[in-house]
C-alpha cells in the first residue's frame, strides 16, 4: 500500500489532472475520461477510458522498465490513479513511426500503411496553441529546450521502446505503427514521463489493419473504448469488469 497522499490540483491537461501530494518528488496522475483530437478542437466523454488507459499505461511501464529504461511510473493506487515520478518535463514530443499514417501522410503525401524502414523520429514542440509544430535538433539547441545530450539520449530512449514495443505488439496479433513519448529531468536524469496508451500510438490488427487506437475517435470509427479493451485483452492485461 501507498503512503502517498493526494494534496492540491496543480493541473488539468486535455486528459489528465495532475495532483501534488504530500512527497515533494511524488505526483499524482489521474487519467480522466475526456478525449481529445485536433489539438483539443474535438473534445468527448468516453466511459471506462480514464481506467482502460491507467491499467494500459502501467503495464507498458512496467514492460519499458523490465527492459532497462528509467519510467516516472511508481504504482497504480486506484482505477484511474496512479503515482508517478515528479518530472521537470521538457517541452517536447519524440514520435517514432514504423508505418506511414496521420500527420507524416498529409505533410509528405505519401500513402497510409507504407512501411518506414528505418523508422523515422520526428521532434515536435508541445503547443497546442500552435499546433504542435515540427522542429529539429538546432531549434531545440536555440530555443534552450534540452541540451545536445538530451537529444541524444531522447532518440536513443525513443527507438529502444520501439525495440521493446514493436514485439510486445506483435507477439499478440498487432503493429505498431507510430508513438508519441515525452520525457522530464529527474536528479539530473532523462526519465520517460507521461503516458503509453492507445490515446498517444497507433495500433493496427497484424492481418486486417483495423485501427484500434485514437484514430478510432478522430476519424468517427466509433467503438473507441471497446478498441482499447480488446488490445488491452490481448496483451494479457486485467481490467476491472
Ligand atoms: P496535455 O498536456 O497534452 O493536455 P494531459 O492531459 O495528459 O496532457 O496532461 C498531463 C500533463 O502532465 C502533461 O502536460 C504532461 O507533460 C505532464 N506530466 C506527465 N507526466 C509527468 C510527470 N511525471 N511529472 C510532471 N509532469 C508530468
Ligand atoms: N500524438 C500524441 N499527441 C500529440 C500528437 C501526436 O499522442 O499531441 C501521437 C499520435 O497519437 C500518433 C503519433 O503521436 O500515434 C503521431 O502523430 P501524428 O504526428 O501523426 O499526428 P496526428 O495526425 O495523430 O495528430
Known amino acids: 500500500m501507498t503512503s502517498v497522499i493526494k494534496k492540491q490540483q496543480r493541473f488539468t491537461g486535455k ?12 505526483l499524482i496522475l489521474h487519467f480522466r475520461n475526456d478525449t481529445s483530437a485536433f489539438d483539443g478542437e474535438k473534445i468527448e466523454q468516453l466511459a471506462r477510458k ?6 494500459f499505461n502501467a503495464f507498458i511501464m512496467q514492460q519499458l522498465e523490465k527492459a532497462g529504461i528509467a519510467t516516472h511510473f ?9 503515482v508517478v515520478k515528479n518530472l521537470d518535463m521538457l517541452p517536447i514530443e519524440c514520435v517514432v513511426r514504423n508505418i506511414a499514417a496521420g ?19 520526428e521532434f515536435f514542440l508541445k503547443n ?21 545530450a538530451e537529444i541524444k539520449q531522447m532518440k536513443t530512449l525513443t527507438y529502444q521502446v ?22 522530464g529531468r529527474y536528479n539530473g536524469k532523462l526519465v520517460l514521463g507521461d503516458e503509453f496508451s492507445p490515446d498517444g500510438c497507433r495500433l493496427w490488427d497484424a492481418k ?12 468517427g470509427l466509433g467503438g473507441v473504448v471497446e478498441a482499447y479493451e480488446q488490445v488491452a485483452q490481448r496483451l494479457g492485461i486485467a481490467l476491472p469488469e
Request: net charge negative.
Open 15 to 26: 486528459a489528465k489532472t495532475v495532483y501534488a501530494t504530500n512527497e515533494d518528488d511524488k
Open 50 to 55: 480514464g481506467m482502460v488507459n491507467n491499467y
Open 74 to 82: 511508481e504504482e497504480l493506487i486506484s482505477d484511474e490513479e496512479c
Open 103 to 121: 500527420s507524416l501522410v498529409k505533410r509528405l503525401g505519401v500513402e497510409e500503411g507504407i512501411d518506414l524502414l528505418p523508422p523515422t523520429f
Open 128 to 148: 497546442d496553441a500552435l499546433h504542435d509544430p515540427m522542429i529539429n535538433d538546432s531549434h531545440i539547441i536555440a530555443f534552450n529546450w534540452a541540451t545536445q
Open 162 to 183: 520501439n525495440d521493446v514495443l514493436k514485439k510486445l505488439f506483435a507477439d499478440a496479433g498487432m503493429l505498431l505503427v507510430d508513438y508519441k513519448l515525452e520525457y
Open 208 to 219: 486486417s489493419r483495423e485501427k484500434l487506437d485514437k484514430d478510432r475517435f478522430r476519424q
